[in-house]
Structures are given as C-alpha cells and as structure tokens.
C-alpha cells in the first residue's frame, strides 16, 4: 500500500456504543408505525471514523501534540464532541482547533469571519480558516512575529499559516461533509493538506458518510479555469464521495504529498442516506438544518448564483425560493407541469430575515421530494432557473460570475441563456460523469 494513500478502519465490526444508538432512534421513530402493524427494517449501526481511531489507532499519535480541524460536527454516534474526547486522553495532546467557515462552533453566518480566541474549555487556541476580511487581527494572537507579518501578504484568509502550526505535530480532520462540491468544508480540507505536506505534518481524516449517499454523481465537473474556493478541484456537484475519500484524491492531485492517512468507517452502505443509518443529524452550518436541505442543496445552491433568493433567512433554506417579483402560483404550475420525477411544486410566500431580499415578501415555491431516489436535483434546479427566466425575463438576473463557479464551467449559464433544453445541458455531462466515476474508483473505500 502506497504510504500517501493510506486509509485504516475498515470492517473491524461494530461498537456497542453505535448499536445503543441505534437502538434509541429506532424507538424514537418507530412509534407509529408500530401502531399501524409495520415492520422497520433495522438500520445499519455504522462505526465513526473518530470511534475507531480513538479504540484502535491512538498509537499513531501517541506522545504527539495534535491540532484538530472540526466544527459540532466532528461527534462520535453518542454525540461527544471530538474535542472533549480528544481533551482528557492521557496518551496525547490536544493543542490547538481550527474552525472551517462559520466557526469552530457554527455560530457565524456565511461569509462572516471568524477571529481568532483562545478556548475556555480546554485552554487552548482556536485558529480560523475563514477569515474572508484578511484582518491581521483574526489570523493569530497579538504579537505576532516578522515571519508570520511575512505571510499577510499571501494569506487569502483560508490557509493553514506557519504561526497557526507552531506545535502542532500531528493534524487531524473530522467534520460532517454534505456531499455538494460547493460546500467549503472539504476546501479547507483540501488547503489543509497542502499546507500539511509543505511543512512535513501528517494528516488523519476521521472519515464519516457521504449523507446524501456515495453513489449518485450529478452535474458538471468542475474545469480547472473555474476554481475557487467553494470548488477546488474537479468534481461534480454531487460527488457521491465521503470525505476521506477526496482527501485520497485530493492529496494524489498535489505536487507535493501529505502523510495521508484515513480512518475509514464501519458498517456504511454507501447507497444509504444518512436516516438511513444509526447516526443522528447534526446541523453542519447554519443554512443546513435538515437532511432534506441536503439533499436539495446540489441543485439549489445555483441559485446563489441568481438574482433569486434561495431561502437564505427563512426555516427552510434551500427548498424555499422566490422573489418579489415572483407569482406563486403561476410558477409552480409551470414547474409542477414538467412532470419532474420525485418532486412537487407548493406554491409559497416567504419574507427573509437576511440576505437577499430581506424584509421583502416574496413569491415563490417550496420544493417537496416525494422520492428521493428518483429526484435529481442539479437537472430539477436547471428547470427551475429556466423557468423562471421564461416567465420573468425583466425580472431575473445571472450574477455570471459566481455562477459559473458554483457550476464549475460557464457552458451551463450560456446554454440556458441560449436556450437550450434542460435535457439537452444534462445529457451534455454525462461523459464527463463517466470519466469521474473511472477516475475516483481507486479512491473508494466503501
């Protein structure tokens, strides 16, 4: 086994501790179905990655002084933070944590920045990796030296820093993806290992699922010219890939490799969703609060790259959408008239409490899955763009720009402004998909 590409965990069994919880949330959720006579198929008990590193892999890091990239996320199936867990171990050290986009604790909105504290829990510094205003004062502490002031020029506020590493001996990566390239977390990831291979640091992934499932890929491959932070390197929207599994990939695409090693799961069906399993649903950032915004969000989240709300400060972002100018009713009988397989169209009226249009009411829809499995969502929010553009052609706006990066290419936007069919853009993928599925096997660990 190549020494970059090392991955460790995989089918050693499982704990007592994800068999309990599985057994809590099955009678949590069984109640009424009980009541009708329906049997509930038991649901797989997955092991976590941070469960069986701390049980069996410990040693790798023994007598080390570790730094643990994490969020709430980064929980065992009882629902302990990695923190906690990590700070009252004898056989090492937890030294500092480093928060993704939205905080350490996921207490910021998207974009905001994050300065960095030291923790009164455990004493020690939290750095941020999303510092989006670049201010000296929310990379490091006070008194920072000629060698860090060195760097402010090349920060663009979502790197690991030399300060940040000073000792830090082992790095550590657990916190719950979402499945979408666009989603910032596996980016910061993906710096992280850079910066950890530059400076001769390993890298522990504590795997854990894909939520939305490993082995769905839907829409565009990201094309290199389109990188940005909110998608590094090229894959779909949907990847259908967990994090330990791009950290393989990502870290064979680097010039320079980390001392990767993964902690794989136990037990996950990659076909399964996340209810699916004996794992509960922890909120991974403030605008994604259920599962169902997950699985909505590969598609949904083009919106962003519109002049369409896309629920942002309503309960339901993501499956809420909507303008001003927007009549309900008139568009989700357009769209419910497409006969899209897994979803249906309510109309709704929302008024955001943040972001576009806040204060506003606006018209719009609410997306309901009626089957996931048959529901896609990148081909369902084309639709949904089209259609729009087609009833309010003096209403609707491309923000070009961020469009394109969210989709990865600029081949989407021009073929919809063309007016190409929907059907025709997907199909136009599918080829790229193909190549991908080929190219991330070698990856796969489940």
Same mark, same amino acid.
């Given at each position: ?163 940040? *590493?000073?000792?830090?001996? /082992? ?7 979402? =499945? +979408?390239? %666009?989603?910032?977390?596996?980016? @910061? ?101 259920? *599962?169902?915004?997950?699985? /909505? ?7 962003? =790259? +519109?002049? %369409?709300?896309?629920?942002?400060? @309503? ?106 069919? /929907? ?7 599918? =080829? ?15």
């Amino acid at each position: 086994m190549k020494k970059h590409r090392r991955f460790i965990g995989r089918m050693l069994g499982a704990a007592g501790g994800a068999v309990m919880i599985l057994s809590l949330f099955s009678a949590c959720r069984s109640g009424d179905r009980e009541a009708a006579g329906t049997e509930i198929p038991p649901r797989p008990p997955v092991k976590l990655g941070v469960e069986i590193f701390l049980e069996r892999y410990a040693g790798l890091v023994k007598g080390k002084t570790v730094g643990l990239i994490t969020n709430p996320t980064g929980t065992d199936s009882m629902l302990r933070s990695d923190a906690d867990l990590f700070a009252v171990r004898p056989d090492f050290k937890l030294a500092a944590l480093f928060g993704p986009e939205h905080g350490a604790h996921v207490s910021v909105q998207a974009g905001e920045t994050v300065s960095y504290y030291v923790d009164s829990r455990y004493g020690i510094p939290v750095f941020s990796l999303y510092r989006p205003d670049n201010r000296p004062a929310s990379v490091a502490p006070k008194d920072r030296d000629a060698e860090m002031r060195s760097f402010d020029t090349r920060d663009d506020g979502k790197r690991l820093l030399p300060e940040m *590493l000073r000792g830090v001996e /082992v790095m550590i990566f657990d916190m719950q993806d979402v =499945g +979408t390239r %666009v989603y910032t977390y596996v980016n @910061t990831m993906a710096y992280a290992l850079e910066a950890c291979a530059e400076h001769g640091i390993p890298f522990i992934v504590l795997d854990r699922p894909n939520p939305i499932g490993g082995t769905t890929m839907e829409g565009p491959v990201l094309d290199p010219a389109f990188a940005s932070f909110i998608g590094v390197f090229p894959v779909p929207l949907r990847h259908g890939m967990t994090a330990g599994e791009l950290a393989l990939m990502f870290n064979e695409a680097l010039s320079k490799k980390a001392d990767l090693t993964v902690i794989a799961m136990d037990g996950w069906p990659r076909s399964t969703y996340l209810d699916d399993t004996s794992l509960p649903w922890v909120i991974p950032s403030p605008n994604m609060p259920t *599962l169902d915004t997950a699985i /909505v969000y590969p598609g949904q989240v083009m919106l962003e =790259g +519109t002049n %369409v709300s896309e629920g942002r400060g @309503t309960t339901r972002p993501f499956e809420l959408f909507g303008a001003p100018w927007i009549d309900g009713a008139a568009l989700s009988r357009a769209l419910n008239s497409l006969g899209l397989p897994g979803v249906v169209f309510r109309e709704a009226s929302f008024i955001p409490m943040f972001s576009k249009f806040k204060g506003e009411r606006c018209g719009g829809c609410q997306l309901h899955i009626l089957d996931r499995n048959a529901f896609h969502p990148v081909e369902t929010s084309l639709h949904i763009v089209k259609a729009v553009r087609d009833l309010y052609p003096d209403g609707f706006q491309f923000h070009s720009d961020y469009f394109d990066k969210v989709m990865g290419t600029s081949k989407v936007r021009l073929d919809l402004e063309s007016g190409r069919p /929907v059907q025709d853009i997907v199909t136009g993928w599918q =080829g790229e998909l193909r190549r991908f599925a080929e190219a991330r096997r070698p990856y796969l660990l489940y």
